[in-house]
């Protein structure tokens, strides 16, 4: 099946707002929240699956759950299918009182940034091509998410923001989003590399001190 991706109808603060509503006093499982989203579920799911790690609220011990799930999609978006999604990942749920907090705040969120989306710099964000080489970094940028560093500051944030620019980038053909999202994903690289150099040399160190 070839995977569409259309303009939203109403904003994505509205969406967020929208979900927020049907799940409130339910445990949902994400094949349930990814029913719910709609049309634009996948892009839309993946912004939500990024939120708790941007925002002063939390879902404790998720990194890898939904590091997955936004790996699949981007391997989905590479290669212009719907993804397959295991029913074990999509099982897992999310008691409301988790989920409500994260929405409500994505709700926030976006009504302060919405305004600026517009399609721009469409030639990061049409053909074949960009379809391609936009699902690689997503997919990418959900690999880093789940890198075993949770307790490093900026682990999850860094990959987070890039996914949440490059969903959002994508699902309102916002280049200039989609460039950011470029940018963090290099610069996770970057804090990755140097956090890995400064173990390295850490390491190193004791090793000299202790011989």
């Known amino acids: 099946m070839k995977?569409?991706?259309?303009?939203?109808?109403?904003?994505?603060?509205?969406?967020?707002?929208?979900t927020s509503e049907s799940v409130k006093g339910r445990t949902i499982s994400?094949?349930?929240?990814?029913?719910?989203?709609?049309?634009?579920?996948?892009?839309?799911?993946?912004?939500?699956?990024?939120?708790p790690f941007m925002l002063p609220v939390s879902i404790?011990?998720?990194?890898?759950?939904?590091?997955?799930v936004i790996i699949l999609i981007g391997l989905g978006i590479t290669l212009n299918r719907i993804p397959w999604i295991p029913q074990r990942l999509m099982q897992r749920?999310?008691?409301?009182?988790?989920?409500?907090?994260?929405?409500?705040?994505?709700v926030e969120l976006f009504s302060k940034v919405e305004s600026f989306l517009k399609p721009r710099l469409t030639m990061l964000s049409e053909g074949a091509l960009m379809n391609t080489v936009n699902g690689l970094v997503l997919t990418f940028a959900g690999f880093l998410l789940i890198f075993p560093l949770s307790l490093i500051p900026f682990s999850n944030t860094?990959?987070?923001?890039?996914?949440?620019?490059?969903?959002?980038?994508?699902?309102?053909?916002?280049?200039?989003?989609?460039?950011?999202?470029?940018?963090?994903?290099?610069?996770?690289?970057?804090?990755?590399?140097?956090l890995f150099y400064a173990a390295v040399a850490a390491g190193g160190a004791l090793s000299t001190f202790f011989s």
């Open 158 to 194: 860094l990959p987070a923001l890039a996914i949440l620019l490059l969903a959002v980038g994508i699902a309102q053909r916002d280049g200039l989003f989609i460039l950011g999202g470029y940018i963090m994903t290099i610069a996770t690289l970057v804090y990755f590399a140097v």
């Open 30 to 51: 994400l094949g349930e929240l990814l029913e719910l989203i709609g049309e634009q579920g996948l892009l839309l799911f993946c912004i939500i699956l990024t939120l």
């Open 3 to 18: 995977l569409q991706f259309k303009d939203t109808d109403v904003s994505l603060g509205t969406l967020l707002a929208q």
């Open 93 to 106: 749920t999310i008691e409301d009182k988790q989920l409500l907090p994260v929405l409500d705040k994505g």
């Open 60 to 68: 404790p011990g998720v990194s890898t759950l939904f590091g997955m």
